[in-house]
Structures are given as C-alpha cells and as structure tokens.
C-alpha cells in the first residue's frame, strides 16, 4: 500500500550521515544515541518497532530536544530523494498530511486532529520542495 511509505516505520532503505538504514525510523533512533554501544543497538536491529523500543533506553545527545525536528527533516529528505518514495509523496497532491497516532501528539494528531502533527508538517515542507 503505498501510504505506508510515508510512515516511519515502513521498510525505506535510505542513507544518512555515511550509512544505508533500513528505515527512517531507524535512522532517527540511531541519531539521538550518545555512545556507540547504543547506536550498535540501533544498526544490529532492522525491524524499526524494535528500533524505537531502543531508542526508549539510550542516552540522548544533550541538545536531543532541540534539535529533533531537524534531524527528523534531514532524515526524511534523505528518504523522499529515493524515486519511488518521491513519487509517493507527491502523489498525495495537496492533500493534508497527518501522522495519526492517539498516542503521540507532539509528532502526529489522534482522530480528532489534536495535536501537533511535526511529522505531517516535515512532510509537507519536503513535498513542495520537491515540486520545485
């Protein structure tokens, strides 16, 4: 299904910072580990649920909070400059982008679009720079 594309968790081979990941969830993770043992953890596991589930125990980069959002859009322009990923992600047109999660508000909405949707609104920046 080509939406699930769009999600973090979807199986997206992408390179970020000199090494292929098997998801941008993945690569997020791995990008908020301090130490080398941690972010080990995160490359040795592909599956990117279990990834996030590491990235719950890791120690964070002392500027974690203020840079995440950053670090999410590089990651994902690096995941939507591979064709098939670009071409699903203007295949949305311009309709709105939503990570629905009832669970996370800061990234996503729950189902009465509460919350902050940062995922939907990096995902919408990266579209129109595709455009052009």
Known sequence: MPDK????????????????FTSAEQAF??????????????????????????????????????????IMAEILVAKFSAPKCKEILLQTGDSPLY???PW???????????????LGMILHRIRENLRG
């Not at 953890?41 to 002392?62: M, Y």
């Open 99 to 101: 990570h629905l999660s």
């Open 29 to 70: 993770q791995w990008a908020k580990c301090v130490t080398d043992e941690d972010r080990q953890k995160v490359l040795s596991e592909e599956n990117p649920f279990e990834c996030r589930k590491i990235g719950r125990h890791v120690k964070l980069l002392p500027t974690w909070e203020q840079d995440k959002l950053a």
């Open 5 to 20: 594309v769009l999600s973090n968790m979807a199986y997206t081979k992408l390179w970020y910072k000199g090494i292929m």
């Open 104 to 118: 996370d508000l800061y990234w996503g909405v729950n189902e009465h679009l509460n919350g902050d949707n940062y």
